[in-house]
Each structure stands twice: as C-alpha cells, then as structure tokens.
C-alpha cells in the first residue's frame, strides 16, 4: 500500500502565496509522475500541474507563470509553489502520483485526501 500526506494550503488574499505539499510513503519501486489536480465547486476536477522524472514540467494554461511544481526524490514528495494568486484559484486540491510498485507491476494511480485552497479578501 502506498500513502499520501498533504499539507499546507488555507486561506490567501488575492495577490498572496501558499504552498502545497504531498509525500508518498509505503510499497514503493518508482514513481513515475507527481502532480496537483483541482476541484471547484460544480466543476470537473481538472490537472494544475505535473512532473515526471527528467521531463520538463506541465501546468495548465490557467496557472502559468504563478504556480511552480518541484520535487524532492529522495522524500518522494511533491511541491506546489502558488503566487499571485487569484480567487478563481479557489478549490480543493488533490495530490496524484502514479507509481510502480515492483519491476513489472503496472502503474497505480493514488491521490491524496485534498486540502482546501481559499482565495478571498
């Protein structure tokens, strides 16, 4: 089994900063990709931004130039850096990563429990 903690988040002003944070722990061989997916109310959940080993970041269009994703691999923890940010920011966030649990499992899927992001003055 794998497990995944997040933390951070609450409550920003528009034009503030927050930072999330997301460690994976348990039955794990290799992660294969990190990332922050978000759910406003009456919307889809919809991906924030993602990391694979050794590519280059992705990030919706929406958070470009705000949000900055990283990675500490030797914690297996994923960052999400969130400035300037805006009240359609506004929604519980998700922590995803897909891991591989032995040299030929397939690769599962775990998310994170979310953690509520509130942009408002």
């Known amino acids: 089994q794998v497990q995944l903690v997040e933390s951070g988040g609450g409550l920003a002003q528009p034009g503030g900063s927050l930072r999330l944070s997301c460690a994976a722990s348990?039955?794990?061989?290799?992660?294969?990709?990190m990332g922050w997916y978000r759910q406003a109310p009456g919307k889809q959940r919809e991906l924030v931004a993602k990391i694979t080993s050794g590519d280059r970041p992705d990030y919706a269009d929406s958070v470009k130039g705000r949000f900055t994703i990283s990675r500490n691999n030797a914690k297996n923890t994923v960052y999400l850096q969130m400035n300037s940010l805006k009240p359609e920011d506004t929604a519980v966030y998700y922590c995803?990563?897909?891991?591989?649990?032995?040299?030929?499992?397939?690769?599962?899927?775990?998310w994170g429990q979310g953690t509520q992001v509130t942009v408002s003055s």
């Open positions: 348990g039955s794990i061989f290799r992660i294969i990709a």
């Open positions: 995803n990563v897909q891991i591989k649990t032995g040299v030929y499992s397939p690769t599962y899927d775990y």
